[in-house]
């Protein structure tokens, strides 16, 4: 007669629960209501802030409360730089740089993940080398080649030096290392397809969501930065948002904070919207790239 076997009692479990959804917790919901509140107070006291007057801002205790002056710091605050310049001239240097950062990482990722070259991994590693290099050590060095080319206080000076980062060639190497598998390439090869069209027609698609994530990684790098843009451009040329908001709220050897931060709301705003528009495509394009078929 057969002997039947007797399924283990963990797996017999594990089936029980397979596609089984699971509740998160009482203190799951507690945890992401703290870390919620923690995360959106800066934003909130920002506009309580930016709703007082300066003298109000830095009294003891500080305004939790919004208050009355809103529209007046606003409307202060957008004539006393020129607002709406510096938003253009900082979204026209984000995209610029996000764009280029994405499109000649995705290339030079490519490269290292699958195509065998001579020194590829000491290239690599000279790549990764450089992002230990304080950025700091460059500026005399980009300081006097802007002057030489005549770029100074342009936009130029800024996007050009940051069209390709070293993060994003090494962060774009890992994903297409595990996610691109190398038949794909060989069987577009062996179809006729030259190089251009394996790009465009391969290895984009399987890039497409470390693209969105580098891509907003970027510009929201791009959009903050206030380093070399102070250092290239003036407040009275072509200003980003950052060098812009350097030269806000000061006047009679005294700054008026609420102005400032009023400032800072302005600037942050779009970055806002970015995220409320692109967030949820983001996230999908990167549980479709998790999902394995």
Do not use: C
């Amino acid at each position: 007669m057969a002997r039947t076997l007797e399924t283990p009692a963990p797996v017999r479990r594990f089936r029980r629960s397979a596609g089984r959804q699971h509740h998160a917790g009482p203190v799951t919901y507690v945890l992401l209501v703290v870390a919620a509140f923690v995360s959106l107070f800066p934003l909130y006291w920002n506009l309580v802030a930016a709703s007082h007057t300066g003298e109000r801002v830095v009294e003891a205790p500080a305004p939790l409360l919004p208050g009355k002056r809103l529209l007046d710091n606003l409307s202060f605050a957008w004539n006393q730089v020129d607002m709406g310049e510096a938003l253009v001239n900082t979204t026209v240097v984000a995209s610029l740089v996000a764009l280029s950062t994405v499109l000649f990482s995705t290339l030079a990722g490519f490269a290292f993940a699958k195509l065998p070259f001579r020194g590829r991994g000491m290239l690599l590693s000279l790549v990764v080398a450089t992002m230990t290099i304080p950025p700091q050590l460059s500026v005399i060095p980009l300081y006097q080649i802007i002057t030489d080319l005549g770029w100074f206080d342009q936009l130029q000076s800024v996007v050009l030096p940051s069209l390709v980062a070293a993060f994003g060639v090494f962060f774009m190497r890992q994903f297409l290392l595990e996610a691109l598998p190398i038949e794909l390439v060989e069987a577009a090869r062996m179809d006729g397809a030259h190089s251009l069209r394996i790009i465009w027609h391969v290895v984009f698609p399987v890039a497409r969501p470390a693209m969105a994530v580098l891509g907003m990684l970027v510009f929201v790098q791009a959009w903050n930065d206030f380093f070399w843009p102070f250092i290239a451009l003036t407040p009275d040329g072509s200003p980003t948002l950052q060098v812009a908001l350097a030269g806000l709220g000061a006047g009679n050897h005294t700054v008026d904070h609420a102005v400032v931060l009023t400032g800072a709301l302005i600037s942050t705003v779009p970055l806002l919207l970015v995220f409320a528009l692109l967030g949820k495509h983001i996230v999908g394009g990167i549980t479709a790239g998790a999902v394995k078929s």
